[in-house]
Protein backbone atom coordinates (compact mmCIF):
# COMPACT_ATOMS: atom_id res chain seq x y z
CA UNK A 1 0.00 0.00 0.00
CA UNK A 2 1.91 3.38 -1.04
CA UNK A 3 1.19 6.79 1.38
CA UNK A 4 -1.53 7.93 -1.01
CA UNK A 5 -3.81 4.86 -0.77
CA UNK A 6 -3.33 4.94 3.00
CA UNK A 7 -4.61 8.48 2.98
CA UNK A 8 -7.09 7.91 0.50
CA UNK A 9 -8.43 4.77 2.91
CA UNK A 10 -8.18 7.44 5.95
CA UNK A 11 -10.75 10.07 4.60
CA UNK A 12 -12.94 7.55 2.89
CA UNK A 13 -13.41 5.78 6.17
CA UNK A 14 -14.22 10.03 7.82
CA UNK A 15 -16.87 10.01 4.79
CA UNK A 16 -18.21 6.89 6.05
CA UNK A 17 -19.08 7.41 9.51
CA UNK A 18 -20.13 11.19 8.11
CA UNK A 19 -22.41 9.61 5.92
CA UNK A 20 -23.36 7.50 8.96
CA UNK A 21 -24.02 10.48 11.32
CA UNK A 22 -25.88 12.97 9.58
CA UNK A 23 -27.30 10.47 6.80
CA UNK A 24 -31.27 10.90 6.59
CA UNK A 25 -31.71 13.43 9.97
CA UNK A 26 -34.53 16.13 9.53
CA UNK A 27 -33.00 19.83 10.19
CA UNK A 28 -33.79 19.61 13.59
CA UNK A 29 -32.20 16.33 14.63
CA UNK A 30 -28.96 18.17 12.79
CA UNK A 31 -29.40 20.91 15.17
CA UNK A 32 -30.49 19.12 18.24
CA UNK A 33 -28.16 20.07 21.19
CA UNK A 34 -27.91 17.14 23.85
CA UNK A 35 -26.97 19.85 26.85
CA UNK A 36 -26.31 23.65 26.79
CA UNK A 37 -23.27 24.14 25.44
CA UNK A 38 -22.98 21.18 23.30
CA UNK A 39 -22.13 20.60 19.92
CA UNK A 40 -24.83 19.52 17.40
CA UNK A 41 -24.48 16.77 14.16
CA UNK A 42 -24.99 19.51 11.85
CA UNK A 43 -21.97 21.57 13.43
CA UNK A 44 -19.70 18.76 13.71
CA UNK A 45 -19.85 17.54 10.48
CA UNK A 46 -20.10 21.02 9.08
CA UNK A 47 -16.83 21.92 11.17
CA UNK A 48 -14.94 18.63 10.36
CA UNK A 49 -15.70 19.32 6.59
CA UNK A 50 -14.76 23.05 6.46
CA UNK A 51 -11.40 21.99 8.34
CA UNK A 52 -10.48 19.72 5.79
CA UNK A 53 -11.97 21.61 2.99
CA UNK A 54 -9.69 24.82 3.96
CA UNK A 55 -6.31 22.91 5.35
CA UNK A 56 -6.20 20.61 2.23
CA UNK A 57 -6.98 23.27 -0.53
CA UNK A 58 -4.05 25.21 1.81
CA UNK A 59 -1.68 22.68 1.17
CA UNK A 60 -2.49 21.96 -2.59
CA UNK A 61 -2.91 25.67 -3.77
CA UNK A 62 -6.31 25.39 -5.31
CA UNK A 63 -9.53 27.25 -4.08
CA UNK A 64 -11.30 25.96 -0.92
CA UNK A 65 -14.69 23.81 -2.52
CA UNK A 66 -16.83 26.29 0.02
CA UNK A 67 -16.09 29.05 -1.51
CA UNK A 68 -15.24 27.99 -5.27
CA UNK A 69 -18.66 25.74 -5.56
CA UNK A 70 -20.91 27.86 -3.73
CA UNK A 71 -21.24 26.42 -0.50
CA UNK A 72 -21.05 28.97 1.63
CA UNK A 73 -24.27 30.41 -0.49
CA UNK A 74 -26.16 27.19 -0.07
CA UNK A 75 -25.20 26.90 3.60
CA UNK A 76 -26.38 30.80 3.95
CA UNK A 77 -24.91 31.24 7.54
CA UNK A 78 -24.01 34.02 9.28
CA UNK A 79 -20.19 33.87 8.90
CA UNK A 80 -17.82 35.06 7.29
CA UNK A 81 -17.13 32.82 4.30
CA UNK A 82 -13.53 31.65 5.41
CA UNK A 83 -15.07 30.92 9.32
CA UNK A 84 -14.42 27.05 9.68
CA UNK A 85 -15.91 26.94 12.86
CA UNK A 86 -12.72 26.96 15.11
CA UNK A 87 -13.50 28.55 18.30
CA UNK A 88 -17.13 29.19 17.67
CA UNK A 89 -18.96 30.05 21.23
CA UNK A 90 -22.81 28.11 22.34
CA UNK A 91 -24.34 31.20 19.99
CA UNK A 92 -22.20 30.45 16.93
CA UNK A 93 -22.63 26.38 16.89
CA UNK A 94 -26.29 27.28 17.51
CA UNK A 95 -26.62 29.38 14.30
CA UNK A 96 -25.34 26.66 12.23
CA UNK A 97 -28.85 25.55 11.35
CA UNK A 98 -28.58 23.28 8.09
CA UNK A 99 -31.86 22.53 6.20
CA UNK A 100 -31.53 18.83 5.29
CA UNK A 101 -29.12 16.24 6.12
CA UNK A 102 -28.60 15.72 1.94
CA UNK A 103 -27.23 19.32 2.09
CA UNK A 104 -24.24 18.10 4.49
CA UNK A 105 -23.49 15.15 3.21
CA UNK A 106 -22.81 16.72 -0.46
CA UNK A 107 -20.79 19.25 0.69
CA UNK A 108 -18.77 16.10 2.27
CA UNK A 109 -18.80 14.08 -0.66
CA UNK A 110 -17.58 17.35 -2.83
CA UNK A 111 -14.84 18.02 -0.25
CA UNK A 112 -13.77 14.19 -0.09
CA UNK A 113 -13.87 14.16 -3.99
CA UNK A 114 -11.68 17.18 -4.22
CA UNK A 115 -9.08 15.86 -1.00
CA UNK A 116 -8.89 12.12 -2.58
CA UNK A 117 -8.31 13.43 -5.89
CA UNK A 118 -5.32 15.41 -4.12
CA UNK A 119 -4.43 12.94 -1.61
CA UNK A 120 -4.05 10.54 -4.69
CA UNK A 121 -1.35 12.37 -6.66
CA UNK A 122 1.16 12.70 -3.44
CA UNK A 123 4.58 10.21 -3.62
CA UNK A 124 6.46 9.59 -0.55
CA UNK A 125 8.84 12.25 -1.39
CA UNK A 126 5.79 15.01 -0.99
CA UNK A 127 5.21 14.32 2.42
CA UNK A 128 8.03 15.79 4.16
CA UNK A 129 7.68 19.33 2.16
CA UNK A 130 7.04 22.02 4.73
CA UNK A 131 3.63 23.74 4.68
CA UNK A 132 3.40 25.76 7.90
CA UNK A 133 6.37 27.00 9.46
CA UNK A 134 4.23 29.13 11.94
CA UNK A 135 4.87 26.39 14.39
CA UNK A 136 8.41 25.09 15.98
CA UNK A 137 8.73 22.91 14.54
CA UNK A 138 7.16 23.28 11.11
CA UNK A 139 4.38 21.24 9.83
CA UNK A 140 4.95 19.37 6.71
CA UNK A 141 2.42 18.03 4.35
CA UNK A 142 2.36 14.49 6.32
CA UNK A 143 1.46 16.28 9.44
CA UNK A 144 -0.90 18.48 8.66
CA UNK A 145 -2.83 15.58 6.63
CA UNK A 146 -2.86 13.35 9.77
CA UNK A 147 -3.63 16.39 11.94
CA UNK A 148 -6.93 16.54 9.68
CA UNK A 149 -7.61 13.04 9.41
CA UNK A 150 -7.17 12.71 13.58
CA UNK A 151 -9.17 15.99 13.93
CA UNK A 152 -11.90 14.73 11.60
CA UNK A 153 -12.31 11.06 13.23
CA UNK A 154 -12.92 12.85 16.60
CA UNK A 155 -15.75 14.98 15.32
CA UNK A 156 -17.34 12.54 13.06
CA UNK A 157 -17.39 10.46 16.22
CA UNK A 158 -18.87 12.91 18.34
CA UNK A 159 -21.91 13.12 16.05
CA UNK A 160 -22.38 9.35 15.73
CA UNK A 161 -22.72 9.94 19.10
CA UNK A 162 -24.59 12.53 19.43
CA UNK A 163 -26.91 10.87 16.80
CA UNK A 164 -27.53 7.64 19.15
CA UNK A 165 -28.65 10.05 21.84
CA UNK A 166 -31.61 10.74 19.71
CA UNK A 167 -33.47 8.40 20.14
CA UNK A 168 -33.68 9.58 23.73
CA UNK A 169 -34.22 13.11 22.75
Keep these: ?3 AQLLTDAFDRIREVV ?3 AGGLTAQQLAHRPADGANSIGWLVW ?3 RVQDDHVAG ?3 TAQVWTGDGWAERFGLPFD ?3 IG ?3 SSDQVAAVRVESADLLTDYHDAVHARTVEYVASLTDGDLPRVVDRAWNPPVT ?3 RLV ?3 SDDLQHAGQAAYVRGLLKDA
Design 1 to 3: MTS
Design 19 to 21: HGA
Design 47 to 49: HLT
Design 59 to 61: VAG
Design 81 to 83: ASD
Design 86 to 88: YGH
Design 141 to 143: LAV
Design 147 to 149: SVI
